[in-house]
């Protein structure tokens, strides 16, 4: 009979810490898994059978892994309900609105005021919610529609007839499909990644010989993977067969900041103003994020490339007029997260070109500096890690849901964090070399590299990253050099030394393997 995640987010979101008291339904905050989802079922108490088909419901998804809390364990001890109503909207990530006449009647302000407050009460906060943040309101709210319910109960103020309602057939797997696979981000429909564009040359184009040029100048062929690693100011591009698996160097360093390498071409892609301190390619690798400063390390912006017409479709001007330190895409390519030199970390629509949310450091009255930023594949959650610790936040509630601080010690920080696709594994790199994985949830740490033996001079590691296939990690070194660490095993596989380049900067990886 209550709702959810509606008072957050309206100003800066702050840090949640949680603790093991219990909740007033007696429920602990903690027993539910990081990576699950907290729900909120509104209801109004139409009548005993009514109640009980909101029972049942509730019943249903604890039992398909839905952490959903309801009134009903509630109202066995004396409760301040206007407390505890407030409460359940604060905590959860998502509300389901069970449409019942009495619930339109009550949401829509045509009842009495001795008549349904909770509903009333829950109401007013959800539009509220809705005011601020339209975007945001139209996720996390959900109306629903039982068995033997109808749409025409949905209230008025959530537009029925233009946005999607979830209709519960059965309480079954089967029966309630699409709201399971909303809640646990596993839907059943995915944009498949774009494929190559076929070469079309016009007539008498002289195509043949031009191919046996590209030919005798070793380009890369269509079944070789090409990686590009941006290195400080310059980029330095390296390839590896993907049948033999052994690497050879394509160029050396080139002056310019950003240089992509595909199977045919190298193609330029000039920093406007900036100096570019991060990179991230989109999901289907078509398009790229690159993040920068200014000479004096300040003013950063973001730029989106689309790399099939090599124009800037987005420019993000950094909201904390700081040099931009990551940048990372959503898994559908629609969401950009940007962190910064002042511990702030943003997340913006690609869509609507809007702010979303602003994650504001733990550590920000420290000083923190927000130094690397990841989106979990499912899209559940976020992490960011500052100098000294890795925080995950929820990407339906933006609170945290999970913390570890750096297992080194000062003057030794973090330098780089890299997500596995799985979400289950941080890695974590430092300023003395050394490289910690982060094994979730347990919370058990694993040490790569020794602080002070990592990279062929024993300096820091600048940057880690997961391969597609969360088996190896890849370690960008401060003397230029990449190492490649298999996960399973703990062990180095492979060092590639550049001592003439300077240190690695950035590392992004296409989701198919074939860019770095």
């Given at each position: 009979m209550r709702c959810a995640d509606l008072l957050s987010g309206q100003a800066e979101i702050g840090a949640v810490i949680m603790n093991s008291r219990q909740d007033a339904d007696g429920a602990k905050p903690d027993?539910?898994?990081?990576?699950?989802?907290?729900?909120?079922?509104s209801y109004a108490h139409d009548d005993a059978a009514h109640e009980e088909l909101v029972r049942q419901f509730w019943l249903f998804l604890r039992q398909n892994g839905i952490d959903a809390r309801v009134d009903l364990p509630a109202s066995e001890r004396r409760q301040d309900w206007a407390q505890w109503m407030t409460q359940q909207v604060r905590d959860a990530d998502r509300v389901l609105i069970v449409a019942s006449p009495q619930y339109r009647r009550r949401a829509e302000g045509d009842a009495g005021p001795d008549e349904g407050r909770g509903v009333q009460w829950e109401a007013r906060l959800i539009r509220d919610r809705f005011y601020a943040d339209q975007e945001i309101g139209l996720q996390s709210i959900v109306p629903v529609i039982l068995p033997g319910c109808s749409v025409d109960d949905i209230p008025l103020w959530l537009s029925p007839a233009a946005t999607t309602h979830y209709r519960v057939s059965a309480y079954s797997v089967k029966g309630a499909d699409k709201l399971l696979r909303l809640l646990t981000v596993q839907p059943l429909e995915s944009v498949p990644p774009l494929g190559t564009v076929p070469v079309l040359p016009p007539r008498n184009s002289g195509a043949d010989r031009r191919m046996g040029r590209r030919r005798r100048f070793g380009l890369i062929s269509a079944g070789i993977a090409a990686m590009m690693i941006a290195v400080s100011a310059t980029v330095l591009a390296l390839s590896y067969s993907a049948h033999k698996g052994n690497p050879r160097k394509l160029s050396s360093s080139h002056p310019i900041p950003t240089i992509l390498a595909t199977g045919s071409f190298w193609r330029v892609l000039p920093n406007p103003k900036?100096?570019?301190?991060?990179?991230?390619?989109?999901?289907?690798?078509?398009?790229?994020?690159?993040?920068?400063?200014?000479?004096?390390?300040?003013n950063g912006s973001t730029y989106v490339w689309n790399l099939a017409t090599s124009k800037i479709v987005t420019t993000i001007a950094d909201k904390g007029n700081d040099e931009v330190n990551s940048v990372a895409?959503?898994?559908?390519?629609?969401?950009?997260?940007?962190c910064n030199g002042s511990g702030g970390t943003y997340l913006w629509s690609l869509v609507t070109g809007k702010m979303i949310a602003h994650l504001v450091d733990p550590a920000f009255l420290n000083l923190a500096l927000a130094v690397s930023v990841k989106l979990s594949k499912d899209g559940r959650f976020l992490a960011v890690s500052d100098l000294n610790s890795t925080y995950l936040w929820s990407l339906t509630s933006y609170k945290i849901?999970?913390?570890?601080?750096?297992?080194?010690?000062?003057?030794?920080?973090?330098?780089?964090?890299?997500?596995?696709?799985?979400?289950?594994?941080?890695?974590?790199?430092?300023?003395?070399?050394?490289?910690?994985?982060?094994?979730?949830p347990n919370h058990q740490i694993v040490t790569l590299a020794v602080p002070g033996t990592s990279g062929a001079n024993g300096n820091g590691t600048n940057e880690v990253a997961f391969t597609p296939d969360g088996t190896t990690l890849i370690a960008g070194e401060a003397d230029g050099s990449i190492n490649l660490w298999n996960i399973s095993t703990g062990k180095m596989t492979a060092s590639f030394a550049n001592p003439g380049a300077q240190g690695i900067a950035a590392i992004a990886i296409a989701s198919n393997g074939g860019v770095l």
């Open positions: 027993q539910a898994s990081p990576l699950g989802v907290r729900v909120f079922i900036y100096l570019p301190t991060a990179v991230a390619f989109s999901p289907d690798g078509n398009t790229l994020a690159v993040g920068g400063s200014s000479s004096k390390g300040i895409f959503s898994a559908d390519g629609t969401r950009l997260a940007v849901i999970d913390s570890q601080a750096f297992p080194g010690s000062f003057p030794t920080t973090v330098q780089s964090m890299a997500l596995s696709p799985d979400g289950r594994t941080v890695a974590v790199s430092d300023s003395d070399g050394g490289i910690y994985l982060w094994k979730r």
